[in-house]
């Protein structure tokens, strides 16, 4: 079943007299459950296509329908709904805010929800857990390693259990090690029925993809479905 579907999306950014298409009548479409990985060349459309697919970009025209929902014909404030409620992001700059410590950063989404601090302490601490940092909870960014910063902010994005996971170049400053270790939690997390899409640099990280899309001047170039583990299929 179709957890996405854009149809015939275009992305334009004007600047006085330039004019770049990032997308160019891109569609998609992405079944629930896929572990998806965007790659291509810089300038391609990749942290577009993602922009877009989060609700923070408006496309030029087309369309962008998730869970049945139109993201751009709703409200800003209906779309802040959807984007809390339906969507999990995860950034290679991890975005933590640096006074708050890890259990606090991991609770900032469920600021606006109505579960008591008891609960939201609760769900917090167990998504920590869950990626192996329950016992640098207390700890702050800074106090912290780039791959751990990079587990805090993946537990951030999970705990409010949203449907769909974007990431943006997650393991782009991580040395090879850690970055397998993130990786190895990202295709735990798509065992688990997740929905994940990864734009990323990186080929080695195309064998965790059950599917990959190339893109290249805001088109479509290649769209080929891996077998994990058998990274050549992808090459």
Same mark, same amino acid.
């Given at each position: 079943?179709?957890?996405?579907?854009?149809? #015939?999306?275009?992305?334009?950014?004007?600047?006085? =007299?330039?004019?770049?298409?990032?997308?160019?009548?891109?569609?998609?479409?992405?079944?629930?459950?896929?572990?998806?990985?965007?790659?291509? %060349?810089?300038?391609?459309?990749?942290?577009?296509?993602?922009?877009?697919?989060?609700?923070?970009?408006? %496309?030029?025209?087309?369309?962008?329908? /998730?869970?049945? /929902?139109?993201?751009?014909?709703?409200?800003?404030?209906?779309?802040?709904?959807?984007?809390?409620?339906?969507?999990?992001?995860?950034?290679?700059?991890?975005?933590?805010?640096?006074?708050?410590?890890?259990?606090?950063?991991? !609770?900032?989404?469920?600021?606006?929800?109505?579960?008591?601090? =008891?609960?939201?302490?609760?769900? =917090?601490? =167990? !998504?920590?857990?869950?990626?192996?940092?329950? +016992?640098? !909870?207390?700890?702050?960014?800074? #106090?912290?390693?780039?791959?751990? #910063?990079?587990?805090?902010?993946?537990?951030?994005? *999970?705990?409010?259990?949203?449907?769909?996971?974007?990431?943006?170049?997650?393991?782009?400053?991580?040395?090879?090690?850690?970055?397998?270790?993130?990786?190895?939690?990202?295709?735990?997390?798509?065992? +688990?029925?997740?929905?994940? /899409?990864?734009?990323?640099?990186?080929?080695?990280?195309?064998?965790?993809?059950?599917? @990959?899309?190339? *893109?290249?001047?805001?088109?479509?170039?290649? +769209? @080929?479905?891996?077998?994990?583990?058998?990274?050549?299929?992808?090459?």
């Amino acid at each position: 079943m179709s957890l996405i579907t854009l149809e #015939q999306v275009t992305k334009r950014y004007i600047n006085g =007299a330039d004019c770049v298409t990032a997308l160019q009548e891109m569609s998609l479409c992405v079944d629930e459950g896929t572990f998806l990985g965007i790659m291509g %060349p810089s300038g391609s459309g990749k942290s577009t296509l993602l922009s877009v697919l989060g609700g923070l970009t408006s %496309p030029t025209s087309g369309s962008v329908n /998730i869970d049945g /929902i139109d993201v751009y014909w709703l409200s800003a404030e209906k779309q802040a709904d959807f984007r809390r409620e339906y969507l999990g992001f995860i950034f290679q700059s991890h975005n933590l805010i640096p006074y708050l410590n890890a259990l606090e950063n991991v !609770m900032l989404p469920l600021v606006v929800t109505k579960f008591s601090t =008891a609960e939201k302490r609760k769900r =917090a601490n =167990a !998504m920590l857990d869950r990626v192996g940092m329950s +016992d640098r !909870m207390l700890h702050l960014p800074q #106090q912290l390693s780039g791959g751990e #910063q990079e587990r805090v902010a993946l537990a951030r994005s *999970l705990v409010n259990n949203p449907p769909l996971l974007l990431a943006d170049e997650p393991t782009g400053s991580l040395d090879s090690t850690t970055s397998k270790q993130v990786m190895n939690l990202l295709s735990e997390l798509h065992q +688990d029925g997740q929905t994940v /899409i990864m734009v990323t640099h990186n080929r080695e990280n195309l064998e965790w993809f059950d599917r @990959t899309i190339y *893109l290249r001047d805001g088109l479509i170039e290649k +769209d @080929t479905d891996v077998v994990p583990g058998t990274l050549s299929r992808a090459m």
